[in-house]
């Protein structure tokens, strides 16, 4: 059951942890945007190239301080 976010991210942030052969994972944003749905739940497996998050890419970047 997907969840919606809508929540405004800035690159670099970290989106999940994903254990992987006991070694943990970070997936960070590549750019600023919304997270749109969540698709997995925390505790799930997951498979290789499947989608875990979905994004709405912001329409003006966000300045640089």
Do not use: C, H, W, Y
Not at 10 to 25: F, H, I, R, Y
Not at 30 to 46: D, E, F, H, I, P
Request: hydrophobic content about 50%; cysteine-free; charged content about 30%.
């Amino acid at each position: 059951l997907p969840s919606v976010i809508l929540r405004q991210i800035a690159e670099g942030s970290e989106l999940a942890v994903v254990e992987a052969m006991k070694m943990q994972n970070v997936l960070r944003a590549s750019r600023v945007g919304k997270v749109k749905k969540v698709l997995v739940q925390a505790g799930t497996s997951v498979q290789a190239d499947e989608i875990m998050i979905e994004f709405e890419e912001d329409a003006k970047p966000a300045a640089k301080a």
